[in-house]
């Protein structure tokens, strides 16, 4: 297998990993809790799925499982643009996964409808759980973004490397502390598009938001990340040395 294929492949079961845990807390817990209130077992999840992948994956793939991420990166000149459309397919693609996984499992609990269930979705207005509008979900989506894909440039550096799975996944836990009420949280492109296949319908008309407020946000993350001061070829230098934050 070549070393793309391997971070690809890396790419791909992490992002699967973390729609199975993340939408698996707002779908399984439903059943529990029939009004709704999985209280903090939603973002709590999220954030240790994404810490435990990272862990896995991260001197592998460099972890993003999110294509905000990869772009934030590409801007900042810390990621290759070659690498760009790949490692966001493998991302779909492994949330598709995750999400056809957790339908299975879901699927076994009678009287449980795919059609009527939003399966972990992302919505606003009549979508939103707690009926947030259109306006509310882009600003959260925009800014939690933004400081999300800003604080993993700012862990890519050597010295933070360790801790860098730990602190991504706290602070995925916290923005999902406030997201989940407006849209059921979200901030990463692929996570949004695997429920929303299955879902169809109202899932994957208003996906949109869901891609371009993420990808507004990585790119302005990567703009601020980057410095005016550094020339090209230092940049060009970072890019050659192989590490798994320069893939």
């Known amino acids: 297998m070549s070393r793309l294929s391997s971070r690809l492949l890396a790419e791909a079961a992490g992002t699967a990993w973390i729609v199975f845990v993340g939408c698996g807390s707002l779908i399984l817990n439903s059943a529990l809790s029939p009004g709704g209130g999985a209280g903090l077992a939603v973002p709590v999840a999220f954030g240790l799925a994404l810490a435990i992948a990272s862990y896995a994956a991260r001197g592998l793939s460099g972890a993003h499982?999110?294509?905000?991420?990869?772009?934030g990166f590409a801007v900042a000149q810390r990621f290759r643009v070659s690498h760009l459309l790949p490692y966001i397919a493998a991302q779909i693609l492994g949330a598709t996964a995750g999400a056809a996984l957790l339908d299975i499992v879901a699927s076994g609990r009678p009287g449980f409808?795919?059609?009527?269930?939003?399966?972990g979705a992302n919505g606003y207005a009549e979508h939103s759980p707690a009926d947030f509008q259109l306006q509310s979900a882009l600003v959260l989506e925009l800014t939690m973004s933004l400081a999300f894909v800003w604080l993993n440039l700012q862990l890519s550096r050597r010295a933070l490397r360790q801790v860098a799975p730990f602190v991504n996944g706290a602070c995925l836990c916290a923005i999902y502390v406030i997201a989940v009420p407006v849209t059921n949280g979200s901030i990463n492109p692929a996570r949004s598009s695997g429920p929303a296949l299955f879902v169809g319908g109202w899932a994957l008309d208003q996906l949109w938001l869901f891609w371009a407020a993420p990808i507004a946000?990585?790119?302005?993350?990567?703009?601020?990340?980057?410095?005016?001061?550094?020339?090209?070829?230092?940049?060009?230098?970072g890019l050659a040395r192989k590490t798994p934050e320069h893939p």
């Open 217 to 237: 946000g990585g790119v302005l993350a990567g703009l601020l990340h980057s410095r005016p001061g550094v020339s090209r070829k230092t940049h060009a230098a």
């Open 65 to 71: 499982f999110n294509p905000a991420v990869t772009i």
């Open 113 to 119: 409808d795919l059609a009527i269930s939003d399966f």
